[in-house]
C-alpha cells in the first residue's frame, strides 16, 4: 500500500485498525482503490462516528461509534437521516415496518444502496426496502455519495445517490455481544453474535449471528371485539389473534480468510432476514371529512388522538344457506389488516488477490433471493363471468354453471371468478372475500471483479466488469381467510386457489429477466497537491419480459386466464381493440414476450486539490442512468410493440459537486454546491387501494443546492455535530396528463381550448413534488464518569404534494373545488436522545453496557413519507410519522 503524504513520525503508533476506516467504496475493487489515497493519521480520525472522507466525490461516513448511539435494531436508512442531504421518514421507531428515503430530491427508487458491493434495489421496481437491513450491531460504517454513483456500481437505478455499507470483520479474538432490547408499543429484541477469533493455523476467523424483534403495529391495532352472537369459543380465540404483531428475524456469518502479507484474503458472508408484518399508518392527506369517502381514516389525523386510532375486531360470515346468495363482508379488507411478508437472503463472496507488485485482482461474487408480497384481499366469485355480456350468452348468475363460451372462469376486471363452491355450502350463489396479495419471488446471481495495477507511485489504473442477471417473477394467487380475516397462509403462492377446473387464478402473471453486463475502466493520477480520477462504465442493459395476461388499459391493468385458454380467447375475441390515443385504436394487447434493450456511457470525472495539509477542495461530474422499470415497461404492453408509447426511454442525470473539505483530529467538515440535470425525468406514484402504479415523463428537471457538515470535539469527552441541506429544482415543462374535456375548455382549465386535445398540467417553473426545501439538525454527545449523554434533532422542510405546486382539491359532501389540503405539507422537527451508563465501576468491562434510547422524544405528530403526485386534484396516501418511542438495553460484551 502506497500514501499519498508520508506519516509523520508522530503518526506511526497509529493502530492498523484506525488506517482501515479508508474503505469507504463498495465492491473490494473500489475499496482497494481508494485505500490508496490514505492520508496522514490526523486526517483518518473520525470525529465522534463522522467522517469527510478526502475523496473527489461529496461524501459522508458514519461508523459505529456512531450507529451504536441510535436505537438497537434501527434501519440504516434512519441512522443516515443525520447526514446532509438525506430526508428519512420512518414507518414506525423500531425500522421494522418500510420508510421512504430521499437524497437530494433522488427518491430510493434512483439510489443505488449496497451491502457489501451488492446491489440491494428490487431488480423490477428499483425500490428500497429498508426494514430488510443489515443488523446495525454488524455494520462497520455506512457512506453516501450524496450526488453520484461509483463508477462500478452494478445497478440500472442509480440516477443518483449511493448508500453503501460494509459488514465488520470477524475479530481476531474470541468474543461475544448479547443485547436485549424492550420499550414502547411491545417491542422486544435479543441479538447474539459470536466471534470465534483465529482457529486456524492460516489465520482464519468466523462470526455468527442471530437476532429476533417483535412489537406491536404503532397505529391500528385491533381494540374492541365483535363476536358474532352464536360465535364458539375457537371462534372468538381467532378473533383475538388479530393482526397488528410486527415479528422479524434475521441471520448473518462471515468467514474471513487473510493470505499473505499484502492485505489479501478472501471471505465469505451470509445473510436471512424474515419479515412477518402488515402495513398500518396510511391514509389520504386531506383535512377536511367527505362523508361520501370510503377511506378509512379518512381524513389524516388533526391530533394525536385521531392519531392513535385502532381497528375493530371482526368476524367474517361463517353461517352456510344452501341456496341462498351470501355476501362477503368487509373483514380483513382494511389497508391495516394487509400483509407485507418478507424472506430475503444472499450469500456474499469479496476477494483481493496481488498477482504481481502494483498487480491486484478482486473479486465479489454474490446470490440473492426474495420471497415477499404485499396487498390485499378481494371478493372472490363463485359464479363465472360472462366476458361478452353483449353476445346473447346466458346470464352467469343465474346459470352458475355456465352457458355456453362466454361464461368463463379467471381473474377478469379485477375479481376472480372460480365457477365453483368456495364457503361449502353446496351452491355457487356466493361471494367469498380471500387473501390477494402481489406476490415476488427473485434469484439474482452477480459479480463484479476488478484488476488494479500501479504504473508508478504516482500513477494507478483499473479496469473492472460487472454482471446482474435477475430472474423476477410476479404473480398475484389468492387464498382463504380465517374467521378474524387474517391469512391461513401470508404466502398464498404456497397452496393457491384454483378455479373449478384446477387452473390458478392470479391478478398477475408474468416473469422477467433483468440483465446487465459491465465494461469499465478508472485512471488516477496524484501530482503533488493535485489528485486526478477519470472514470467511466459502458453498461448494456436487456429485459426480457413475459406477460402471460391480456393488458387492458395504459396504467397495466391485466386480464389473466391461466391456462384457461378458451377463456382468454373469448374474451380477446369480446375485446378486439383499445383506445391508444384519441380517436386511434390498436388491437388488444394479450399474452407476450417483449425484450427492450439499452446501452449507456456513464463517465465519471473528479479532482481533489489539497490547499494544506487540512483543506482542501474537490470537483466532480458524473452521469447516472436509470433504465425503465418492469413495471413501466409491463405497463406499455398497452400499446402495441412497435409504437413510440411501447419503449419508454431511460431517464439520464448530469451531476455536479464543487466544495471545500476541512479536515483534522478534531473537525471534520464539508460544505458543497451542487447541480442536476434530468432529462427524461420518470416519476411514479403507487396507489394502495388500486395497488397500481401511475408514471409520468416530466421532461427536464434541474435541480440544484448546497449541502453542509461539521463535526467538532473540542476534548476527548464531549462533540458536537451539525448539518444542513438546501433544495431547489424546477420543472422545465407541462407536463400532459389526459386529454380535454368540455367542461375544461369552458373552464379554461390544463391549457384546453379544444374538446379532445391534449390536458397539460401546469407544472412549468414549479418545484418537484415529496421532497423536502430544506433540512438541518444536528448532535451533541457527551460523556461524564460513567455516563455518556446524547441528543440530535432534525428539522425536516416542507414538501409540496404535487408538481404543480397546488392545493389539493376535491368536491366534498356537494361542494366542488374544495381545499382539502394546502399545497405543502409542513416542516416537522423531530428530537431524539440516548443514555449510556457504563459498568465498569461494577467491575464488569468496557463493551458492557446500559443504554436507553428515546425517539421523536416530544411526540410530534407530522406528515410521514409520500409520493409525489402531478394532478392537483388527486389526493396521494400518505404513511403517518412515527410516534414516540422508549426503548431500554443492556448490553453484554466479553
Not at 500500500?1 to 469507504?24: G, Q, Y
Request: glycine letters at 10%; one cysteine or more; aromatic letters at 10%.
Amino acid at each position: 500500500m502506497k500514501f499519498r503524504h508520508t506519516l509523520a513520525a508522530s503518526c506511526a503508533l497509529i493502530p492498523v485498525a484506525l488506517l482501515s476506516t479508508s474503505a469507504f467504496a463498495q465492491s473490494t475493487g473500489s475499496v482497494d482503490f481508494d485505500e490508496e489515497i490514505v492520508v496522514t493519521g490526523s486526517r483518518t480520525t473520525d470525529v465522534a462516528g463522522v467522517i469527510a472522507p478526502d475523496t473527489t466525490k461529496a461524501k459522508a461516513v458514519l461508523t459505529q461509534e456512531f450507529i451504536e448511539r441510535q436505537s438497537p435494531g434501527q434501519t440504516v436508512n434512519d441512522i443516515i437521516n443525520q447526514l446532509p442531504g438525506v430526508s428519512f421518514q420512518n414507518n414506525d421507531p423500531f425500522g421494522s415496518a418500510g420508510g421512504k428515503m430521499s437524497i437530494r430530491g433522488f427518491d430510493n427508487t434512483r439510489i443505488n444502496q449496497t451491502f457489501d458491493g451488492i446491489p440491494l434495489n428490487d431488480s423490477g421496481n428499483y425500490a428500497l426496502y429498508s426494514n430488510q437491513q443489515l443488523d446495525p450491531e454488524l455494520i462497520e460504517q455506512v457512506n453516501v455519495n450524496l450526488g453520484s454513483t461509483d463508477v462500478d456500481s452494478p445497478t440500472a437505478a442509480a440516477s443518483g445517490s449511493t448508500v453503501n455499507y460494509r459488514t465488520r470483520n470477524p475479530g481476531e479474538e474470541p468474543g461475544l455481544k448479547l443485547v436485549g432490547s424492550a420499550g414502547d408499543f411491545s417491542f422486544f429484541r435479543i441479538f447474539g453474535m459470536i466471534d470465534t477469533g483465529v482457529f486456524t493455523p492460516w489465520g482464519t476467523r468466523a462470526f455468527f449471528s442471530a437476532s429476533t424483534a417483535t412489537n406491536d403495529t404503532v397505529f391500528g391495532n385491533a381494540d374492541q371485539p365483535a363476536y358474532a352472537a352464536n360465535s364458539t369459543t375457537a371462534a372468538r380465540a381467532a378473533i383475538d389473534s388479530r393482526t397488528g404483531k410486527i415479528d422479524k428475524q434475521q441471520y448473518n456469518a462471515k468467514i474471513y480468510q487473510p493470505i499473505g502479507a499484502d492485505g489479501d484474503f478472501i471471505s465469505i458472508s451470509g445473510h436471512y432476514n424474515q419479515n412477518r408484518n402488515n402495513f398500518f399508518g396510511s391514509t389520504g392527506l386531506r383535512n377536511v371529512h367527505n362523508i361520501a369517502s370510503n377511506f378509512v381514516p379518512n381524513i389524516f389525523p388533526q391530533n394525536k388522538d385521531d392519531r392513535d386510532y385502532g381497528i375493530a375486531k371482526c368476524q367474517i360470515n361463517t353461517v352456510a344457506r344452501p341456496g341462498l346468495a351470501d355476501v362477503a363482508n368487509s373483514c380483513g379488507s382494511a389497508f391495516d389488516e394487509r400483509y407485507n411478508p418478507s424472506n430475503t437472503g444472499n450469500i456474499r463472496g469479496n476477494s483481493r488477490f496481488t498477482l504481481a507488485e502494483g498487480l491486484v485482482l478482486t473479486v465479489d461474487p454474490s446470490f440473492q433471493y426474495v420471497k415477499a408480497n404485499g396487498g390485499g384481499t378481494v371478493v372472490g366469485q363463485e359464479v363465472r363471468r360472462d366476458v361478452n355480456p353483449t353476445g346473447g350468452a346466458a346470464n352467469c348468475n343465474t346459470t352458475p354453471t355456465g352457458a355456453g363460451i362466454s361464461c368463463q372462469t379467471g381473474y377478469i376486471g379485477g375479481v376472480p371468478y372460480y365457477g365453483r363452491d368456495l364457503n361449502g355450502d353446496g351452491d355457487l350463489l356466493d361471494t367469498v372475500r380471500v387473501l390477494a396479495p402481489s406476490q415476488t419471488q427473485t434469484r439474482r446471481y452477480g459479480v463484479i471483479a476488478g484488476l488494479r495495477y500501479d504504473l508508478d507511485d504516482s500513477n494507478t489504473f483499473r479496469v473492472f466488469y460487472s454482471y446482474d442477471r435477475a430472474r423476477h417473477r410476479q404473480t398475484g394467487e389468492t387464498n382463504f381467510l380465517k374467521l378474524n380475516g387474517s391469512a391461513t397462509d401470508v404466502f398464498p403462492v404456497n397452496d393457491p386457489l384454483a378455479d373449478v377446473n384446477g387452473n390458478v387464478l392470479q391478478k398477475r402473471d408474468r416473469k422477467s429477466i433483468a440483465l446487465l453486463n459491465m465494461f469499465g475502466g478508472e485512471y488516477r493520477g496524484e501530482f503533488d497537491r493535485l489528485t486526478v480520477q477519470i472514470g467511466g462504465a459502458y453498461k448494456m442493459f436487456t429485459r426480457d419480459l413475459t406477460n402471460n395476461c391480456a393488458t387492458s388499459s395504459v396504467t397495466g391493468f391485466v386480464e389473466c386466464f391461466g391456462t384457461n385458454d378458451a377463456g382468454l380467447a373469448a374474451w380477446l375475441a369480446a375485446n378486439p381493440t383499445v383506445t391508444i390515443a384519441p380517436g386511434v385504436t390498436a388491437p388488444v394487447q394479450g399474452p407476450q414476450q417483449r425484450k427492450r434493450k439499452y446501452n449507456k456511457f456513464t463517465p465519471n470525472l473528479g479532482l481533489t486539490f489539497d490547499a494544506t495539509d487540512q483543506l482542501s477542495v474537490f470537483a466532480n461530474y458524473s452521469k447516472g442512468v436509470q433504465v425503465p422499470g418492469t413495471d413501466n415497461l409491463y405497463n406499455a404492453f398497452y400499446f402495441p410493440a412497435d409504437t413510440e408509447s411501447a419503449n419508454p426511454i431511460p431517464e439520464t442525470t448530469d451531476n455536479f459537486d464543487v466544495g471545500l473539505r476541512y479536515r483534522s483530529s478534531q473537525v471534520q467538515a464539508q460544505a458543497g454546491l451542487w447541480y442536476t440535470i434530468f432529462n427524461d425525468r420518470l416519476a411514479s406514484s403507487f396507489d394502495p387501494e388500486t395497488e397500481r402504479n401511475v408514471y409520468r415523463n416530466l421532461g427536464r428537471v434541474d435541480k440544484y443546492g448546497v449541502d453542509v457538515s461539521i463535526s467538532y470535539r473540542p476534548v476527548d469527552n464531549f462533540s458536537i455535530y451539525a448539518f444542513g441541506s438546501y433544495l431547489k429544482s424546477k420543472i422545465k415543462d407541462n407536463v400532459q396528463n389526459g386529454i380535454c374535456t368540455a367542461a375544461q375548455v369552458t373552464a379554461g382549465q390544463f391549457l384546453c381550448t379544444t374538446v379532445g386535445a391534449p390536458a397539460f398540467a401546469l407544472t412549468a417553473g414549479k418545484r418537484e413534488s415529496g421532497s423536502p426545501t430544506y433540512t438541518f439538525g444536528g448532535r451533541a454527545q457527551g460523556k461524564l464518569g460513567p455516563i455518556e449523554l446524547g441528543a440530535q434533532v432534525k428539522r425536516t422542510g416542507p414538501r409540496y404534494v404535487n408538481d404543480q405546486n397546488l392545493p389539493l382539491l376535491q368536491t366534498v359532501n356537494g361542494v366542488a373545488n374544495t381545499v382539502v389540503y394546502p399545497a405543502k405539507t409542513p416542516a416537522y422537527t423531530i428530537v431524539d436522545l440516548d443514555a449510556r451508563i457504563g459498568l465498569e465501576w461494577a467491575g464488569l468491562n468496557e463493551t458492557t453496557y446500559i443504554q436507553l434510547n428515546v425517539t421523536n422524544l416530544f411526540d410530534k405528530l407530522y406528515v410521514g413519507g409520500f409520493d409525489g403526485q402531478l394532478a392537483d386534484n388527486s389526493v396521494p396516501f400518505v404513511q403517518i410519522g412515527a410516534p414516540r418511542a422508549f426503548i431500554g438495553s443492556i448490553v453484554v460484551g466479553f
